[in-house]
């Protein structure tokens, strides 16, 4: 499994970005994001599988979806704040198929990472 990352960029307080992650394999398990601030320790974002779980810091603001005929997750991130700012991650666990509804949290329960792509919010 290969996850590609994209999508990042420069964006002022109160805007909005999407950012994706290319999947090649892995199509039937949980995916989910997780992000990395300067100096902190990576957090869970969000995960999906039938169904979907958010951090709350992004809980009506964010949005988890993904395209399973292309294998891509996507991550619509409105209302940016500048604390929102950090390199985000995609991945994916093989422990988990999208059958379920127990969505993990912890990034022990990922097999698979993207690269990461950097969010910048800032005026």
């Known amino acids: 499994v290969q996850l590609q990352a994209s999508g990042g960029g420069l964006v002022q307080p109160g805007g909005s970005l999407r950012v994706s992650c290319a999947a090649s394999?892995?199509?039937?398990?949980?995916m989910g994001w997780f992000r990395q601030a300067p100096g902190k320790e990576r957090e869970f974002v969000a995960a999906a599988s039938w169904t979907a779980l958010y951090a709350d810091s992004v809980k009506g603001r964010f949005t988890i979806s993904r395209d399973i005929a292309k294998n891509i997750l996507y991550l619509q991130m409105n209302s940016l704040y500048p604390e929102d700012t950090a390199v985000y991650y995609c991945?994916?666990?093989?422990?988990?198929?999208?059958?379920?509804?127990?969505?993990?949290?912890?990034?022990?329960?990922?097999?698979?990472w993207g690269q990461g792509t950097l969010v910048t919010v800032s005026s």
């Open positions: 394999g892995g199509s039937g398990y949980v």
């Open positions: 991945a994916l666990s093989t422990r988990y198929r999208l059958t379920t509804r127990d969505l993990p949290r912890d990034v022990s329960a990922y097999d698979f």
